[in-house]
């Protein structure tokens, strides 16, 4: 792993205001936290409680109306589209809910997609994405396109893509909410697995069976934090 | 680069029926510009041709063809004789026109047209066997006769030398004395075919004895100016005919300038065809890709989650459309270039024995400009919504 910041995020007093019609919507109204690097953390709240947006923010798609991000030392909010996208590309893997696969493509092609766009050659690429495929388990599904693969693959497949450019934060977002219980389980070890060799994780749920595997959880309600526990 | 095509190729191949129909705007337009170009070079080449084997010392004479009334307008052969004394410049001049007669020649006969001609060559194509006429066999109206290649294959077997063989037109008879090369002549009038040329005073004898001709035609002498010569032509038989008829000449030149005239027009019309063609095959693509953008705005969301700039994602979408519009302009030239040169095969070279080469580099020209234009035109907007997309609601959308 290359070298990181012993901080890898670093919330302070950020707020979000969206304006719908003449209204605007207070989804974050102040929120301060920081996550070491190394840390696996939950962030939980019920629908509305703008885990969402601070999801967006965290990854880099959204800037923050007030207040200061800072990921792995970088202040994101004085960036412009480009230097976004290349934040998104250099410092962060994504795990969603749906898997969001390109679904005319293969496996291994899915998770070579980030070294496209940085620029690596196609041999360093599919090297690189052999590599993440096997340390997933899938080494023998490279060919494989997703929907010939169950969702729990998939899911894998969505990991081994976020992980293939090294990120500082590895961000899911309902990692599990497509699988079954038994498939999730298996995810979530696959998440404790990469935690303990010292990857950063920060995973939104709402599920308290799930966010139980993270070491630390933090609570949103109405925009703002109300419990932070370890 | 390369991958962008390939992912490109990739959609183009997974949606074959809307490629093909997409792309089937720009294959009917650059198939007709490029066709309809191939076959305006095949025939400037024809006429070129044609012009070629003319004298360009030489103009014919013919009454104006806006006047109504032409039964005054003939030219007797005396006044043509006349005209040659009596006109400055006029190195020679006769009667215009042919006439059609069955010819025999041993066992073989054909219908053949007969056309006068002077030692003063005025087709100048050349002679494949034999001599042209002398000053001799004009002045003492000789039997004797040059035979046009097609006349050559109508009546002898290929490659057997006819000269000093019979010609029979009814009961007269004509020694051959030559025969031309492949003529260039094909889709001119008949003041200048001829299967079997005869001395004009010899045609003039044997058939146009008491009658009258439709026109006639002159070379000038090396000196003279070819414009003064034709006016002072046109104006002794206007005088001759005391004023009732008007007379035009055409030369080599002047029939040049009408046919490029014409294939001017004919340009206008190509370029008109192909910018409406244009336009309309580009909304086709215009309207496909931006389809193709809505049916993956997630896809994009993803890839810009992922980390894809702006213009990374307009490359893959400017890609696409630029592929699929040259997809449709490399079928379009391959279907214009085999109907044009089929027709230029079949037809033009059929009849006028000049064979144009095919213009590839102007094909292959129009071709790659039209789906540069139309993907840059009608390409780039989609591509650009593409890049433009927010991607959270694009991650979100269903």
Redesign the interface.
């Known amino acids: 792993m290359s070298e990181r910041a012993l901080v890898a995020i670093d919330v302070r007093e950020v707020t979000k205001t969206y304006r719908m019609g003449d209204i605007e919507v207070h989804a974050l109204r102040g929120v301060s936290f920081a996550i070491e690097a190394g840390e696996y953390v939950a962030i939980m709240g019920p629908s509305g409680s703008g885990k969402s947006t601070l999801m ?1 923010l965290l ?1 880099c ?2 800037r923050p109306t007030t207040g200061i991000y800072r990921l792995d030392g970088t202040d994101v909010g004085t960036l412009d ?2 230097q976004l ?6 410092r ?1 893997g ?1 795990v ?1 809910q749906g898997f ?3 679904a ?1 493509t293969s496996a291994l092609k899915n998770v070579a ?2 070294l ?3 620029g690596l050659s ?1 041999r360093r690429r599919e090297q690189a994405a052999a590599q993440r495929l096997d340390e997933v388990g899938l080494g023998d599904r490279a060919a494989h396109r997703p929907n010939e693969l169950s969702g729990g693959q998939q899911q894998r497949v969505a990991i081994a ?1 976020a992980l293939v ?1 090294d990120p500082a934060v590895l961000l899911a977002d309902e990692p599990t909410g497509n699988l079954d219980s038994q498939t999730s389980e298996e995810i979530m070890g696959l998440f404790r697995e990469l935690n303990a060799r010292g990857r950063t994780i920060v995973m939104v749920s709402h599920d308290a069976e799930i966010a139980r595997h993270a070491k630390r959880t933090i609570r949103l309600r109405d925009g703002l934090i109300v419990a932070d526990e370890r | 680069m ?2 962008y095509v390939r992912e490109a190729l ?2 183009l191949a ?1 949606n074959r029926a809307r490629t093909l129909l997409t792309s089937l705007g720009l294959v009917i337009g650059v198939m007709a510009v490029i066709a309809i170009q191939i076959l305006g070079a095949g025939m400037a080449g024809a006429v070129g041709g044609v012009l070629g084997s003319i004298n360009d010392r030489s103009f014919t004479l013919i009454p104006n063809v806006r006047q109504g009334d032409f039964t005054r307008a003939q030219i007797r052969p005396n006044d043509i004789a006349r005209a040659k004394e009596r006109i400055a410049g006029i190195a020679e001049a006769i009667p215009a026109g042919g006439i059609t007669r069955l010819v025999r020649a041993g066992r073989r006969h054909s219908r053949l047209s007969l056309a006068g001609e002077s030692d003063q060559r005025f087709v100048t194509t050349g002679l494949r066997f034999g001599r042209a006429f002398s000053s001799e066999d004009v002045a003492t109206a000789a039997h004797v006769a040059l035979l046009s290649d097609d006349g050559y294959r109508a009546l002898f077997e290929p490659g057997t030398d006819p000269v000093g063989a019979s010609l029979r037109v009814g009961d007269r008879r004509y020694v051959v004395a030559g025969v031309l090369e492949r003529p260039k002549t094909g889709i001119l009038p008949n003041v200048v075919r001829g299967d079997v040329f005869l001395p004009y005073t010899t045609y003039e004898r044997d058939y146009l004895r008491g009658r009258t001709v439709f026109g006639a035609r002159f070379l000038i002498q090396p000196d003279a100016d070819m414009p003064a010569v034709e006016h002072a032509t046109v104006q002794y038989f206007r005088t001759l005919k005391k004023g009732h008829v008007e007379y035009q000449t055409f030369d080599r030149k002047s029939f040049g300038a009408a046919v490029d005239g014409i294939f001017g027009a004919l340009t206008l019309v190509v370029a008109l065809i192909g910018a409406v063609s244009l336009v309309v095959a580009g909304i086709g693509i215009l309207n496909i890709m931006l389809v193709s953008v809505a049916e993956r705005t ?2 994009i ?12 994602i307009l490359a893959q979408f400017f890609i696409e459309a630029l592929l699929l519009s040259a997809f449709g302009c490399a079928v379009g030239l391959f279907l214009g270039v085999a109907l044009g040169g089929a027709v230029n095969r079949f037809a033009i070279v059929a009849i006028s024995g000049v064979v144009a080469p095919i213009p590839w580099f102007r094909s292959i020209g129009i071709a790659t400009g039209f789906a540069t234009v139309v993907a840059l035109a009608f390409g780039t907007y989609p591509a650009y919504r593409a890049a433009s997309l927010d ?2 609601a694009a ?1 979100h959308y269903e």
Do not use: M, S
């Open positions: 967006n990854g798609l959204d589209d480009g996208a290349k934040i998104r590309l250099r962060l994504f969603f969001n696969l390109l005319r997609l980030p496209f766009y940085a196609p893509r450019n | 390369n991958q990739a959609v997974a997630r896809e969301g993803i890839r810009k989650a992922i980390g894809a700039t702006r213009g990374q991607p959270i991650l």
